[in-house]
């Protein structure tokens, strides 16, 4: 197997790209090649196989998320205004599900492939768990930085809800939300799994 992590973070960044870009079926060895300017058979030189490759996207995957959950504890501690409450938990995340970034679009269109793929590999089950626990992270980080109590079980059904919404939100076509419908009904799914506010 060629060492090389730096090629090695190359081409699972590129697999990510191809698989926001083209989905699943889209990722083949030579395609990772072209789109990261790679001579023809670099990718299967470090990834025999297109499970490997998948493997190889996967972890690179959970490796972000985790890298997300720092920056977002890092925004929050250096933020002068932190989000407050729920309505601040509300606004912060529905921010993050309305964001025009191309680049936290691909991410999230990439995760879903990854997910959908994991059902047909279980090789890919124990990194995909990693990739949930970091999103489960991120929602506790977020509601621990807003002073807004949650038991594991309600960060847990928190984080699937939020998760259902980002994919109606990625792929339901003219039916996205805007911020404002956004922050409204994550306020409502707050109260559904955390109950009334005292």
Excluded: C
Aim: glycine fraction near 8%; proline fraction near 6%.
């Amino acid at each position: 197997m060629a060492a090389n992590p730096g090629r090695r973070v190359l081409i699972a960044d590129t697999a990510l790209e191809v698989l926001a870009l083209s989905g699943a079926g889209g990722l083949t060895h030579r395609v990772v090649d072209t789109a990261a300017g790679l001579p023809a058979g670099t990718t299967s030189n470090f990834y025999r196989t297109r499970l490997a490759l998948l493997e190889a996207a996967t972890l690179r995957m959970a490796e972000l998320h985790w890298e997300h959950v720092a920056l977002v504890q890092e925004a929050l501690k250096e933020s002068p205004s932190p989000p407050a409450g729920r309505a601040g938990v509300a606004a912060m995340l529905a921010q993050l599900l309305v964001s025009t970034d191309p680049r936290a679009r691909a991410r999230n269109l990439a995760r879903i492939e990854l997910f959908l793929e994991g059902k047909r590999w279980p090789q890919l089950r124990q990194s995909l768990e990693d990739i949930y626990a970091a999103a489960m992270r991120t929602a506790q980080v977020v509601l621990d930085g807003a002073g807004v109590p949650a038991t594991p079980e309600q960060v847990h059904l928190l984080s699937r809800l939020l998760r259902g919404l980002l994919f109606d939100q990625l792929t339901v076509p003219g039916d996205a939300l805007d911020e404002a419908a956004a922050r409204e009904l994550i306020g409502s799914l707050l109260t559904m799994v955390l109950g009334e506010p005292e």
